[in-house]
Structure formats: structure tokens, C-alpha cells
């Protein structure tokens, strides 16, 4: 359920921030309505993370993660914290900022960390005390070998949050990471906050366990698997990037998409630059077009979720008609496909709505410069 409404959201997203970001371009330089139309991109900002908040609670399936630097993430964080949290809580920081990156949702983790924080400060109140979080790169230890027989790779990033709170009695423990399971007050707790941080670390390929002494404190400790590096990926690291690279072109792109606002915003970007574009918002009439004259598409933009066929069905059709086109695969909520129908459908390139019109251009060049 929370999918579809974010689907939708983003589409009317897509709208909001592609005609603003329009009108704004639109504007002459110190136009006094440039402010109201920052106020306006800043809000649909807001409005693209509440969904990313939501969609992390509906079980949708993962999304392709790309490589972070989880130190940049945890700092942000911990800016946060300082400024939300009391002074009886002292923030110390223990971060290795040379960690490897991690294929992850930077979103995501940002919620994990700020559900063991608040779970810290609380298990600290009233008095105070320390929180510390760390982040190192470290092979598994000998117990966590033993406890996660499957963290078998050399060394893991580690994050970790401790607290001098009043510890979690130990026939507890086991039910902390249940959905619902509280020990606050009626009113006071869902019991989601574990359960949610759970689900975060299992779908980045992570453990997560907890130490605790009743009295002392807790730590809760998370290891995320390292990405793989460039070598390991077999990409070649970039040449020195071009300057200013081109935006523009004249290829002959095919736009589908079921959302006719979309489909406009997109020839109000793309057209301008020299593209030339047939859209449609039907993707049967889009197939129609390309058997009429397959060469004479140069890449194909589809949305995923549309009535009669979806994204990944019409590239199917398109593939047996001209298996090299290239194409690119739009959706409103993250998780349109797993990263094996992704791979199978062998796209170019997938875009999470709300696209902006920085992003489009600048895929649309990587893919059909590729
Ligand atoms: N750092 C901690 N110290 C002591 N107890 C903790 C700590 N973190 C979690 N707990 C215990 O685990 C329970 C479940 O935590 P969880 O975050 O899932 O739910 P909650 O904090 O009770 O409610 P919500 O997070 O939805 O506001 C808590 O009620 C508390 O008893
Ligand atoms: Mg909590």
C-alpha cells in the first residue's frame, strides 16, 4: 500500500520540482518570486525524504544500493544529535573516516542511527551520561564469527552506539528486536524502533547484536559488508573528468510514461537542448511507434508502473525488435524490480523519481556516451 501512494507522490513530485526548477530557470537573475520557488523546491525536498521515511517501514524490495562513505552519513548524524539532545548527554565520537564505503541507502541509515540514539538518550534519562558512536573497519571477532557463521569476509564496517544508560535486563534481550515489543509506558513507545533498525541492517547484507550490563550500559553493534572496490567491480577508474561536460544532443529519444505531466516536463527540458522527442503516455502506441521504425530511436525513457504494460515488460517487446537500444528506467518508489530483473532486463540506466532535470540530462549523456 505505501508503495502505490509513494508511487503516486512522486510522480506529482516529479511535477512540483520539474516545473519549479522550469519556472525558476525562467526567471531574470534577482526576481523577487526566485525566493518563493526556492521555498517551494525546499519543501517538495522535505516532502521526497517523509517518503523515503515511509517507504522504509512498507517491506518493499531492495533497491540497487550505490557505494557510501558512512563516516560522511554518521557526521551528519551526529550534528543532529548534538543539536536535538541535552547537555546531560555528553556526544563522543570515535570515527575512522579511511573506512571502505558501503552499498547503501544513505536515508536509511541515517534513521538507524537515529533509533539507537534516541533508544540511548532514553535508557540515560534523567541523569545523563555518555553516547558514543564509532565506525571502524575491523575483521569480525572470534564471538561474532561464531554467532554469524556467514561473516566471512575479511573485515566489516562496524558501527556502533554505547550508552552509560540502565542496561537491558538480560530475558529481555532477546525480544528486543521484535516488532512492537516495548518497555515504556503506554502512549509513550511503539516498540517499532529495533524492528525497524533490524530491517534496515538485514536488507545491507549486516548483522546487527546488542551488549549490554544492566546498570552500566548498552552498546548496539552493526556490521555492514565493505563494497567492492573499483577493480573488484571490473570498472576502470575514470580519466580525468571532462570539464563541463555537454548536456545537450540531438539524439531521437522514445519518452513513456502514463503520467501526461511528466511527459511534458520532459520535452520542456530535453527539447531545448536539441533532443528530439516522441512521448507518449501509453506504452502499446510507444511499441507501435518503435515497430514502425526501430532505428529510428536512439534511446528509450520508460516509467516501470503503467496500466496495460509495465516498464519492464515494454523493454522486453523493444529488445526483441532491437536488442542494443539503450534505455533508461524510471520509477516512483525505489523498488520496481529486484537487482536481478534489472540486470536481466540489462538497462542503462535506473532512475528513482523525483528526477530532476540535472539528473535526466546528465544520464541521459552517460548512457548514450557509454
Ligand atoms: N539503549 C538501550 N538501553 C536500554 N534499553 C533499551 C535500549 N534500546 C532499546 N531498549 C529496550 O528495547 C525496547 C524496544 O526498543 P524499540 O526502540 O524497538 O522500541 P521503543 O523505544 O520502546 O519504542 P519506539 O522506538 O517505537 O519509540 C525498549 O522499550 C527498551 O526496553
Ligand atoms: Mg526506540
Redesign the pocket.
Known amino acids: 500500500l505505501v508503495g502505490g501512494i509513494a508511487h503516486n507522490f512522486n510522480n506529482l513530485l516529479t511535477s512540483i520540482f520539474g516545473f519549479s526548477e522550469l519556472a525558476r530557470n525562467a526567471l531574470s537573475e534577482g526576481h523577487p518570486a526566485t525566493k518563493y520557488l526556492d521555498q517551494v523546491l525546499k519543501s517538495a525536498r522535505n516532502a521526497k525524504e517523509l517518503i523515503e521515511q515511509l517507504l522504509t517501514f512498507s517491506n518493499r524490495k531492495p533497491s540497487p544500493h550505490l557505494p557510501v562513505s558512512l563516516d560522511r552519513v554518521v557526521s551528519r548524524c551526529l550534528k543532529m544529535l548534538r543539536s536535538s539532545l541535552p547537555a546531560t548527554i555528553e556526544i563522543r565520537e570515535d570515527i575512522d573516516p579511511s573506512c571502505p564505503k558501503v552499498e547503501a541507502d544513505p536515508g536509511q541509515i541515517e534513521q538507524l542511527l537515529m533509533?539507537?540514539a534516541?533508544?540511548?538518550f532514553?535508557?540515560?534519562e534523567p541523569e545523563g551520561g555518555v553516547l558514543e558512536v564509532g565506525l571502524h573497519c575491523r575483521p569480525p571477532t572470534p564471538e561474532e564469527r561464531e554467532r554469524f557463521p556467514h561473516l566471512t569476509a575479511e573485515a566489516y564496517v562496524c558501527l556502533s552506539?554505547r550508552?552509560t544508560?540502565?542496561?537491558?535486563p538480560p530475558e529481555?534481550v532477546p525480544?528486543?528486536?521484535?516488532?512492537f515489543?516495548?518497555?515504556?509506558k503506554r502512549g509513550?513507545?511503539?516498540?517499532?524502533?529495533?524492528?525497524?533498525?533490524h530491517g534496515i541492517v538485514k536488507r545491507h547484507g549486516g548483522e546487527i547484536y546488542?551488549v549490554?550490563s544492566p546498570g552500566k550500559?548498552?552498546t548496539?553493534r552493526c556490521c555492514f559488508p565493505c563494497a567492492p572496490s573499483r577493480e573488484e567491480r571490473g570498472v576502470p577508474t575514470p580519466k580525468a573528468k571532462p570539464t563541463a561536460p555537454s548536456l545537450g544532443g540531438s539524439e531521437r529519444i522514445l519518452f513513456v510514461d502514463d503520467q501526461p505531466a511528466i511527459g511534458l516536463l520532459v520535452e520542456e527540458i530535453l527539447s531545448p537542448l536539441g533532443y528530439r522527442l516522441t512521448r507518449t503516455t501509453d506504452p502499446l502506441e510507444a511499441l507501435e511507434h518503435f515497430r514502425r521504425s526501430p532505428e529510428s530511436f536512439d534511446l528509450l525513457i520508460t516509467d516501470q508502473l503503467m496500466p496495460k504494460l509495465n516498464g519492464l515488460a515494454l523493454i522486453g517487446e523493444i529488445r526483441r525488435l532491437r536488442d542494443d537500444l539503450p534505455v533508461i528506467l524510471l520509477s516512483g518508489h525505489h523498488g520496481p524490480a529486484s537487482s536481478e530483473e534489472l540486470d536481466k532486463a540489462a538497462i542503462s540506466a535506473f532512475l528513482p523519481k523525483p528526477i530532476s532535470a540535472a539528473t535526466l540530462l546528465r544520464t541521459i549523456r552517460q548512457v548514450l556516451d557509454a
Do not use: C, H, Y
Not at 175 to 179: E, G, L, N, R, S
Not at 181 to 184: C, D, G, I, N, Q
Not at 188 to 197: A, D, P, Y
Open positions: 533509533n539507537l534516541t533508544n540511548a532514553q535508557a540515560m552506539v550508552d544508560g540502565a542496561g537491558i529481555v525480544k528486543i528486536f521484535d516488532p515489543f516495548t518497555t515504556r509513550e513507545g511503539t516498540g517499532l524502533g529495533l524492528s525497524v533498525v546488542v549490554s550500559g548498552t548496539f
